[in-house]
């Protein structure tokens, strides 16, 4: 089965960075998409950035020039560095990937890792 595992969330200062991980396992033929997305107290979960698994990107505008995306294929790892951190920016980030297996393409969730930003 696959399995996304996340690390690196914690507590930061406004101002400071983060580093984000999440790697997966189980039984993969390929990995296509992967991102990150996160999902704030009361609020709906949004991505937050993307990256095909030829490199290509996308992030949303409120973390563009502060975030990075990017990822280790043979890892099959993907990592988000969050630099210039902001209170707004606290919520619980998730890793997505769509996996392909040996019967189909699905989309795996990791289980989520909190990122708290003080002022």
């Known amino acids: 089965q696959v399995q996304l595992v996340e690390s690196g969330g914690g507590l930061v200062q406004a101002g400071g960075s983060l580093r984000l991980s999440c790697a997966a396992s189980g039984s993969i033929f390929s990995i296509n998409d992967m991102g990150w997305y996160r999902q704030a107290p009361g609020t709906q979960r949004e991505l937050v950035a993307r990256?095909?698994?030829?490199?290509?990107?996308n992030y949303a505008d409120s973390v563009k020039g502060r975030f990075t995306i990017s990822r280790d294929n043979a890892k099959n790892t993907v990592y988000l560095q969050m630099n210039s951190l902001k209170p707004e920016d606290t919520a619980v980030y998730y890793c997505?990937?769509?996996?392909?297996?040996?019967?189909?393409?699905?989309?795996?969730w990791g289980q989520g890792t909190q990122v708290t930003v003080s002022s």
């Open positions: 990256i095909t698994s030829g490199g290509n990107t």
């Open positions: 997505n990937a769509d996996i392909l297996t040996r019967f189909r393409g699905t989309d795996y």
